[in-house]
Structures are given as C-alpha cells and as structure tokens.
C-alpha cells in the first residue's frame, strides 16, 4: 500500500512538471528589433574582438534591390570595448580586409544565396571599407544585393570575417 502511495506521489509529481500545456513550454520566438541606436544586431570580428560589426539596415529599394548597411567599430582601448567590456589591448590600429566572395546574403525561404549587385560595366555597387581602422573609429559600409522576393520577410547576412545575422527582418 505504502509503495503506491509513493509511485503515485512520483505520477502526480512527473504530470505537474511535464504536463504543462505545450504552448507555454515552447521557446519565444527571437524578433530582431533595432537598438534605440538604430542597430539590429552586432558581431565580433573573427580575427579581433576589439572590432565590432553593426548591422544598420536591411531594406527594399527601388529597382528590385535589397540595400544593406553596416558599421564597423574598432573599440580597442575605450571603455566598454567594442564587445561592451572594458579593452585590455589599449588603442591598436585593426587591420580589415575581405573577398567579396564572402560578402552575401541568402533568402532561407527560397534556399538562394544573393551576390553583390554590379553596374553595366561590371562595377559592384558597394562601398565597402578595407585597411586599418584606428582606436575608436567606425566605417559606414553599404552594399546592394538583387531583392529575393516580397513572400521572404527574413534573411541572413554575411558580412565577410563575422559570424553570420541570421533571421534579420526586411523593411519595406
């Protein structure tokens, strides 16, 4: 008798733990907001986490066009880092280069991977720093890539040496 007290006490535990209501063990689903500051998302440099990678905009323009727009903030030496904590390397000059094989964004609804846009003559249109980058200076760099279509509402960044934005709403 005292033994089904027990499992019963056990059932009655595993149902109150594990028999909430799916809906409420669900994860929330993460929405990318941007920052009072206008960021929507940032991520470390893969060579140096003193350079920071600010993802400003991504949005539709005229002439079926998806504009992107993104900072880099080299935040060695200044209180709060480009990482939000304090730098130990003191100010340092951060050197950024990239392959433009590397700079792309892909469309998840449509599994399609989207280049930079060129002109007609070949010209990316794109204006993408590279070289040294001082002890808390910030590059503004833009770059347009052809629009996937208006029923894909979310892409993934790649800016070239960041992990990739991934999820990141297109405005309209």
């Given at each position: 008798?005292?033994?089904?007290?027990?499992?019963?006490?056990?059932?009655?535990?595993?149902?109150?733990?594990?028999?909430?209501?799916?809906?409420?063990?669900?994860?929330?689903?993460?929405?990318?907001?941007?920052?009072?500051?206008?960021?929507?998302?940032?991520?470390?440099?893969?060579?140096?986490?003193?350079?920071?990678?600010?993802?400003?905009?991504?949005?539709?323009?005229?002439?079926?066009?998806?504009?992107?727009?993104?900072?880099?903030?080299?935040?060695?030496?200044?209180?709060?880092?480009?990482?939000?904590?304090?730098?130990?390397?003191?100010?340092?000059?951060?050197?950024?280069?990239?392959?433009?094989?590397?700079?792309?964004?892909?469309?998840?609804?449509?599994?399609?991977?989207?280049?930079?846009?060129?002109?007609?003559?070949?010209?990316?249109?794109?204006?993408?720093?590279?070289?040294?980058?001082?002890?808390?200076?910030?590059?503004?760099?833009?770059?347009?890539?052809?629009?996937?279509?208006?029923g894909s509402t979310k892409i993934s960044v790649t800016i070239p040496k960041f992990a990739p934005f991934?999820?990141?709403?297109?405005?309209?």
């Amino acid at each position: 008798m005292r033994k089904q007290g027990i499992a019963g006490g056990i059932i009655a535990l595993a149902i109150a733990v594990f028999g909430t209501p799916a809906s409420s063990q669900q994860m929330p689903q993460q929405v990318a907001q941007a920052a009072p500051d206008g960021v929507i998302a940032s991520a470390q440099f893969s060579q140096d986490p003193d350079l920071r990678c600010d993802l400003l905009e991504v949005k539709r323009v005229s002439g079926g066009a998806l504009l992107v727009r993104w900072r880099l903030v080299n935040g060695a030496g200044q209180a709060g880092g480009a990482g939000g904590f304090a730098s130990t390397s003191g100010g340092k000059k951060i050197f950024y280069n990239f392959s433009w094989d590397q700079l792309f964004v892909i469309d998840p609804a449509e599994n399609k991977k989207y280049m930079v846009l060129t002109d007609s003559n070949n010209a990316r249109i794109a204006e993408v720093f590279e070289g040294d980058i001082a002890p808390g200076a910030q590059r503004i760099d833009w770059a347009k890539f052809p629009a996937p279509p208006t029923g894909s509402t979310k892409i993934s960044v790649t800016i070239p040496k960041f992990a990739p934005f991934e999820d990141v709403p297109v405005a309209q």
